[in-house]
């Protein structure tokens, strides 16, 4: 797939973005690929799916009311970039943090910025539960992201601790969300939070049962978390 075909693709999404973004993911999708030969990335194999699973859905939040302009982002557990890095490449104004346990990731989410020439993006790495102690990154972020890491509760411990009183969390969902609600919500209150209202974030062309769940920080998260490597899946919060 082609820059032409990611440009036509974005417009049917109605995607706000700049005019570089389609040869910028252009360069992801070709790398995307090399490197997945190597090291496990992602399941995704085919361009279209690629280009529809991972690059427009992780785009999707443009169109909410929730990416405010000029703001700084964190993407814990960012693995191949999904939604951290193609959001950082069609919004050069918010500055993400890329955060994740595995080297090997990192070092290609950074060859993908050289390639592309993205400068608003960097990595650190750290385990979510490790980073959400760091002074330097705890509760910093406007916003914090994460695309198919966790149950909803886990997810919670996992992103709370980065952002910042009035800033929000913001989790990728599918149906199973509806099984995660109650569970979330408790684990929410305990971190500091208040669940807002899932929006819709369907892909053209495709009938997933997407949505991205909002949970708003209206209080600081107790020293106490995030706890200890492990125990957020372990013994997840709000069960």
Not at 78 to 96: E, H, K, S, Y
Not at 144 to 163: G, K, Q
Not at 188 to 205: D, I, T
Request: aromatic share 6%; net charge neutral.
């Amino acid at each position: 797939m082609n820059r032409e075909d990611i440009r036509i693709r974005l417009e049917q999404n109605e995607i706000p973005a700049p005019i570089e973004l389609p040869e910028r993911l252009e360069i992801y999708l070709a790398l995307l690929k090399e490197w997945n030969s190597r090291m496990d990335l992602t399941a995704s194999v085919e361009d279209g799916e690629i280009v529809d699973r991972h690059l427009m859905d992780s785009l999707t939040v443009l169109k909410t009311d929730y990416a405010a302009e000029k703001t700084c982002w964190i993407d814990v557990g960012t693995g191949a970039g999904f939604p951290g890095l193609v959001i950082a490449m069609a919004r050069p104004d918010i500055d993400m943090t890329l955060l994740d346990a595995q080297q090997k990731r990192l070092n290609f989410l950074q060859a993908v910025m050289d390639a592309a020439g993205i400068t608003n993006a960097h990595t650190v790495h750290a385990r979510a539960e490790e980073g959400g102690r760091k002074k330097e990154l705890r509760e910093q972020f406007d916003c914090a992201v994460a695309r198919a890491v966790a149950p909803l509760n886990v997810l919670s411990e996992y992103l709370l601790p980065y952002v910042k009183i009035g800033g929000c969390a913001l989790c990728w969902k599918g149906p199973a969300l509806r099984d995660e609600l109650e569970a979330g919500r408790r684990a929410a209150h305990l971190l500091g939070g208040r669940l807002e209202m899932p929006v819709s974030c369907p892909v053209y062309g495709q009938n997933w049962d997407h949505m991205i769940l909002p949970i708003r920080k209206t209080e600081k998260t107790a020293a106490a978390y995030p706890r200890k490597p492990g125990m957020p899946k372990a013994k997840p919060l709000g069960v």
